[in-house]
């Protein structure tokens, strides 16, 4: 996956927006950051649950990595853009979203 596909996905939740930080860009809803682009556009990251990200680690191990550290452990996921691929990137994504996103009943329940 490119970084502008990444990118798209992550632009296509309701109410997602982008925004910057730290001279990298991420993704935003209801102002909570769900996922971002590493700078040099090889990496992103998408915030999980660390359930979650247990399973997408379990399922894509080439592609989704846990963070080092304090943030990994709490859910803080590393993806491998060129070894990510669309449904799980979307996937990914969703659940980031939705974790950020809090209670919006009709367009959580469309997301599931």
Same mark, same amino acid.
């Given at each position: 996956m490119?970084?502008?596909?990444f *990118?798209?996905?992550?632009?296509?939740?309701?109410?997602?927006?982008?925004?910057?930080?730290?001279?990298?860009?991420?993704?935003r809803?209801?102002?909570?950051?769900?996922?971002?682009?590493?700078?040099?556009?090889r990496?992103?990251?998408?915030? $999980? +649950?660390?359930?979650?990200?247990?399973e997408?680690v379990?399922a894509?191990? *080439?592609?989704? $990595?846990?963070?080092?550290?304090?943030?990994?452990?709490?859910?803080? +996921?590393?993806?491998?853009?060129?070894?990510?691929?669309?449904?799980?990137?979307?996937?990914?994504?969703?659940?980031?979203w939705?974790?950020r996103?809090?209670?919006?009943?009709?367009?959580?329940? *469309?997301?599931?």
């Amino acid at each position: 996956m490119t970084p502008d596909g990444f *990118r798209k996905l992550a632009l296509s939740f309701p109410g997602a927006i982008e925004s910057e930080h730290m001279n990298h860009p991420d993704f935003r809803v209801r102002g909570k950051i769900f996922a971002t682009i590493h700078p040099d556009d090889r990496y992103g990251v998408v915030l $999980l +649950t660390p359930a979650q990200q247990r399973e997408f680690v379990r399922a894509y191990p *080439r592609a989704f $990595l846990q963070v080092k550290g304090g943030w990994g452990r709490g859910g803080a +996921t590393q993806v491998v853009l060129k070894e990510l691929k669309v449904a799980p990137a979307r996937d990914a994504l969703a659940k980031a979203w939705r974790k950020r996103a809090g209670d919006e009943p009709p367009l959580l329940r *469309r997301l599931k």
